[in-house]
């Protein structure tokens, strides 16, 4: 005796396909697309078309000149000393925050009391506005009043004869050049020291603390759990934090041209800056269009490689 089993009347699903499909996933893509045309592409476009004629903020008339810019540029000491500076910059800025961020991240991940309060004093130079905080560093920098300055006198080590930093009553910080150099890259790691924290905290907190015990038990040391468990496994975070600071530090301007404005003597100028100083403050919108369109390249390509890189890791 068979039972025959007739199918229940429901109705199934199945997913629609055609041109109805199509045009949603068009739709829902739209804005996305606009978003990037209108406040990334337009902007490059027009970069581009400024950096091939010699349109300036005073004229009228608008000439194409090719890549006499371009040309220009390269043989230009100025450019080439900014060119110098912001890879200085940004890999001396990039080496400094990345072994504070990973010391500062070791130390907040252990428990101790007001680790609320510390975290909390650690993140607030990010909270703080960029322009507000900068100036703060300008009077601990001042030739005159510098609190630095009075500290180092303080302690015998400037301002007398015989002291290991000269006989003169202040460092004059923005003044010489490499002290200037100096002081803006400080500035920039205490400024992006936070964000690198984070991260690199975030990534110490998703290693299983199981790997760190059976360390302890194999009797690893520190540096052997350091170099064998931390970093490896930290190695993906680091690469974002290496991202994101790359492209904030390669592309700002706001320390250098609030502490120095370049100077001096262009020994603190930057990509940048210079663009904005010969496009903007200058007038000459097509050669700082030129300018500003040699960062693209090295930011679109060091993005290129490190994101390989993060993807290479997690698969690995």
């Not at 592409?41 to 950096?51: C, I, K, M, T």
């Amino acid at each position: 005796m068979t039972t025959e089993v007739s199918e229940p009347n429901s109705v199934r699903f199945r997913p629609q396909t055609g041109p109805s499909q199509a045009s949603l996933a068009v739709w829902m893509l739209a804005p996305a697309i606009l978003f990037i045309v209108l406040l990334i592409g337009f902007p490059l476009g027009l970069a581009v078309y400024y950096s091939l004629s010699n349109v300036t903020t005073g004229g009228s008339q608008v000439t194409l000149v090719g890549f006499d810019h371009f040309r220009n540029l390269i043989g230009d000491p100025t450019f080439r000393g900014a060119l110098g500076n912001t890879f200085l910059f940004t890999f001396g800025s990039l080496v400094i925050m990345l072994i504070l961020a990973t010391i500062q991240a070791e130390l907040l991940i252990r428990p101790f009391r007001g680790k609320w309060l510390v975290r909390f004093l650690i993140l607030l130079p990010w909270t703080a506005p960029a322009a507000l905080a900068v100036i703060g560093w300008l009077w601990m920098f001042d030739s005159v009043f510098s609190p630095i300055d009075w500290l180092l006198r303080q302690l015998g080590l400037l301002g007398q004869p015989g002291a290991p930093l000269g006989v003169l009553p202040n460092l004059y910080w923005l003044g010489h050049p490499t002290l200037a150099f100096v002081s803006v890259i400080l500035v920039n790691v205490w400024r992006m020291l936070p964000l690198a924290t984070v991260i690199v905290l975030a990534g110490l907190n998703s290693i299983p603390p199981e790997l760190f015990e059976q360390a302890r038990v194999d009797r690893a040391g520190y540096f052997r759990r350091l170099f064998q468990i931390t970093l490896p496994l930290l190695s993906p975070i680091l690469l974002v934090a290496i991202l994101f600071a790359f492209v904030f530090t390669f592309s700002d301007m706001i320390v250098i041209y609030i502490l120095t404005r370049g100077g001096p003597a262009n020994s603190t100028q930057v990509l940048s800056s210079l663009a904005f100083f010969t496009g903007i403050a200058g007038g000459n919108l097509g050669r700082g269009a030129a300018i500003a369109l040699f960062l693209f390249p090295v930011l679109a390509g060091v993005s290129a490689l490190l994101l390989a890189m993060i993807r290479r890791s997690e698969v690995a």
